[in-house]
C-alpha cells in the first residue's frame, strides 16, 4: 500500500522522530543510498515533532518516491524481519531497544558511535559503527 515492491530491498529506521535521533541526517545521506542501491526503499517508522519538517526534506529530494513515512507502528516485529538493514542515525542515546531488536532479528545494523550504541554494537563484527553527525 505504500508504493514498496515486495522484493525492494528495504532500508528501516524506527525512532521518534526529533532532533535527537537524526533522521534529518539519514534522509541527506538517503541520496548516495539510493544511488548506490537504486531499488531500495528508505522506511521510516514512527511520528514526532519533526515529522513533517522532515516529510519537506525528503519531498525535496529526486528520490522521494522511495523514502515511506508509515509513522507508528504496531507491528515493528514485522519490518525488522522484512528490512535488509536498520538504521539508527542518532546523535545521542541512551540504550537503544531497536538496535538490541533488530540484532535479535538478524538484522544488519548502522548506527552512530553514541553512548549506548558502543555498548552493545562491535563495529564490524555486530554491525558498523560510524561517526555521530
Do not use: C, Y
Request: charged share 20%.
Amino acid at each position: 500500500p505504500w508504493g514498496i515492491p515486495e522484493t525492494a530491498p528495504i532500508v528501516l529506521t524506527v525512532a521518534r522522530l526529533e532532533h535527537q535521533k537524526g533522521i534529518d541526517l539519514l534522509l541527506a545521506a538517503a541520496p548516495e543510498i539510493l544511488a548506490a542501491i537504486p531499488e531500495a526503499h528508505v522506511v521510516i517508522l514512527g511520528d514526532g515533532v519533526d515529522r513533517k519538517a522532515l516529510e519537506q526534506q525528503a519531498a525535496r529530494l529526486d528520490q522521494a518516491s522511495h523514502i515511506h513515512f508509515l509513522g507508528h507502528r504496531g507491528d515493528v516485529p514485522r519490518w525488522l524481519q522484512r528490512a535488509q538493514l536498520l538504521v539508527l542515525p542518532s546523535r545521542w542515546e541512551g540504550m537503544p531497544n531497536v538496535v538490541l531488536e533488530a540484532m535479535a532479528a538478524g538484522l544488519p545494523v548502522v548506527a552512530s558511535r553514541v553512548e549506548g550504541v558502543q555498548e552493545i554494537i562491535t563495529d564490524q563484527v555486530d554491525g558498523r559503527i560510524v561517526p555521530a553527525e
